[in-house]
């Protein structure tokens, strides 16, 4: 390849090796075998946008730390575990994640444009998994249809932008069949890693009947480049509701200036953010993790500082597949005799009454 065609694979086409990665000046040479190592076990790929966004970001790490796989991730300790929030204890068949009574995650594939090194879905993504074959996916959508009490399908996967237009069109219009779904959520990658997807194609396949909610997942604020806003934007002015998922990781977000400016740079965007989610406890994945003490401490941070449009609910999926809880710091104590003791944003001690 001669250098002017390689300047244009470069651009175009996503790293998804660790010897790409060292001649990108991404890792070191010695860490090639070590990486190779980790690659085996847990699949990368890193887009051209996002390798763009780390070449501009004015703190890289914040952005590289989350793709460039570590050698720390050959480290595993005894409570991580392969399915750590237990999808595998809910899903009655291919496809299908119900947990809670009201909604169930629909999961067409595996494959998503960049494998995030602390994912708790990591064992099962990646570009070798099967996305449903047709007879599964008519099984998943039959299951759907015969639980009534379903409201809301979660689309998720891997990454449901990653379906092309059609095939996503095509799964939204079969949606749109069951009179008793009221909302399709889509949890997406997409709009941060590979924004160029979200063209007019992949929006007028979200434009069904049934009101699509987009959750974005992005963890920091420098992921937000030029063209993921236009992304975002394009996703707004077609009306969809935005949310925002992210993560709180250790070197990464873990920040109360770098929270305030992404919160604040998903709220100028359209973006309500949703959920600030506790790592959870994927294997090789200890590195990321904060103690529940630091993230409290954040979040309170936040709280009475940045407008409240900007306070997302800090969660924690409890390992074992028992439910996302919220785990921010708890601001009200009640006393025996039923009065209350309220904590003020700065720490200040308040009561109130018991109702009588
Ligand atoms: C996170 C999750 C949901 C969605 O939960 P919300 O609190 O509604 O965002 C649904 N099902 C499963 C299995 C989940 O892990
Ligand atoms: S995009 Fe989501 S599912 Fe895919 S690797 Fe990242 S966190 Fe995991």
């Given at each position: 390849m001669g250098d002017c065609e390689r300047a244009r694979a470069d651009k175009t086409t996503s790293i998804r090796t660790v010897a790409a990665l060292e001649q990108r000046g991404l890792i070191t040479a010695e860490a090639l075998a070590p990486l190779n190592e980790v690659a085996r076990r847990f699949a990368v790929s890193i887009t051209p946008a996002v390798l763009e966004a780390i070449a501009e970001a004015g703190q890289p790490d914040g952005i590289a730390r989350q793709y460039v796989p570590a050698v720390a991730e050959l480290a595993q300790c005894?409570?991580?575990?392969?399915d750590p929030i237990g999808d595998q204890h809910f899903?009655?068949?291919?496809?299908i994640v119900h947990r809670y009574p009201d909604r169930a995650l629909l999961k067409p594939l595996h494959v998503c444009p960049v494998y995030c090194?602390?994912?708790?879905?990591r064992e099962v993504v990646g570009p070798g998994s099967q996305a449903l074959t047709e007879a599964e996916l008519d099984a998943a959508l039959g299951y759907i249809r015969d639980h009534?009490?379903?409201?809301e399908v979660i689309l998720t996967g891997g990454d449901p932008l990653m379906l092309s237009p059609r095939r996503l069109g095509a799964i939204m219009d079969r949606l749109d069949?069951?009179?008793?779904?009221?909302v399709v959520r889509l949890h997406t990658?997409?709009?941060?890693?590979?924004?160029?997807?979200?063209?007019e194609t992949a929006i007028t396949a979200l434009k069904r009947r049934t009101p699509v909610w987009v959750a974005i997942h992005v963890n920091h604020p420098d992921e937000l480049t030029t063209a993921a806003r236009r992304a975002c934007a394009a996703l707004a002015d077609a009306g969809l509701p935005l949310l925002s998922q992210s993560v709180l990781l250790k070197g990464v977000n873990d920040d109360a200036a770098v929270l305030t400016r992404l919160f604040r740079a998903l709220v100028a965007l359209r973006i309500k953010p949703y959920y600030l989610h506790h790592p959870d406890l994927a294997r090789g994945t200890g590195h990321f993790r904060p103690e529940i003490a630091d993230g409290q401490a954040l979040v309170a941070a936040l709280r009475g500082r940045v407008s409240g449009l900007c306070q997302p609910t800090y969660v924690l999926d409890i390992p074992g597949g028992f439910g996302k809880v919220p785990i921010g710091q708890c601001y009200l104590e009640t006393a025996e005799d039923g009065s209350h003791t309220v904590t003020d944003p700065d720490g200040g001690s308040h009561r109130y009454p018991r109702q009588v």
């Open positions: 005894d409570d991580e575990r392969p899903s009655p068949l291919p496809g090194r602390f994912c708790f879905r009534p009490q379903i409201w069949g069951i009179d008793h779904v009221g990658r997409v709009p941060v890693a590979d924004p160029e997807r979200v063209d």
